[in-house]
């Protein structure tokens, strides 16, 4: 009897463990953050890109030009003319990655060529995603720099509008990839506060030395 018992202890110790087993196997959920690595990197990066080239053309003009008129058709051109150089760029990046994973695939024989070809990236998607994050991003120093006339305070609202979308853009970019979110923020935020220093400085230098447009 005692025999029996210990068998059937045994047995039902092996069941329990089997189940625990079982259930911490359903508990892990293994996320891939790798898959969204190609439409996250167009999308962020066309955002911040919007945000600091715009921004960078309007305070480049602000620097020698005091005319709201002239800093915001400067920041509508190099809205339309960067979502355009994004989208193309990215389409066309994208695009020699597929050809080139494509071509792999056919010299390996795959037998699931056309399953395996809807997994790779979209030329499309990350063309079309470059350049709307790019546009989102122009949009944010035009708005706050529209409505203002005043030079100095004009240049200090387009100044806090990029620094708070700085901080919202690379804080968005941390959380999605998992990174480290106070440092990655800082991290775009010195950035952009480079990218306008130095192309306000610079352009204010060359006019000062006479090298800016003659009238």
């Given amino acids: 009897m005692a025999s029996i018992s210990n068998i059937q202890?045994?047995?039902?110790?092996?069941?329990?463990?089997?189940?625990?087993?079982?259930?911490?196997?359903l508990e892990v959920e293994i996320v891939d953050y790798s898959k969204r690595a190609q439409w996250l990197r167009a999308a962020v990066l066309g955002a911040n890109d919007g945000l600091l080239s715009t921004s960078s053309l309007m305070m480049g003009i602000g620097a020698i030009n005091q005319d709201a008129k002239?800093?915001?058709l400067t920041g509508i051109?190099?809205?339309?003319?960067?979502?355009?150089?994004?989208?193309?760029g990215e389409f066309v990046s994208v695009y020699s990655q597929y050809d080139i994973e494509v071509s792999q695939m056919k010299r390996e024989n795959?037998?699931?060529?056309?399953?395996?070809?809807?997994?790779?990236?979209?030329?499309?998607?990350?063309g079309g995603a470059s350049a709307f994050a790019f546009a989102i991003g122009a949009i944010v120093p035009l708005l706050a720099a529209i409505f203002v006339k005043d030079y100095h305070v004009r240049l200090g609202v387009v100044v806090s509008a990029v620094s708070l979308a700085l901080l919202g853009f690379g804080g968005l970019g941390a959380y999605l990839g998992k990174a480290p979110l106070v440092k990655s923020s800082l991290?775009?935020?010195?950035?952009?506060?480079?990218?306008?220093?130095?192309?306000?400085?610079?352009?204010?230098?060359?006019?000062i030395t006479g090298l800016s447009m003659v009238n």
């Fill in 9 to 25: 202890e045994l047995a039902k110790n092996d069941k329990e463990k089997q189940t625990m087993q079982v259930d911490q196997n």
């Fill in 70 to 72: 002239s800093m915001i």
């Fill in 77 to 88: 051109a190099g809205l339309v003319a960067g979502a355009c150089s994004m989208a193309i």
């Fill in 110 to 126: 795959a037998t699931e060529l056309e399953e395996k070809k809807k997994k790779l990236p979209s030329p499309l998607q990350a």
């Fill in 187 to 207: 991290r775009v935020l010195i950035g952009g506060w480079l990218a306008m220093g130095i192309t306000f400085g610079l352009t204010k230098l060359a006019a």
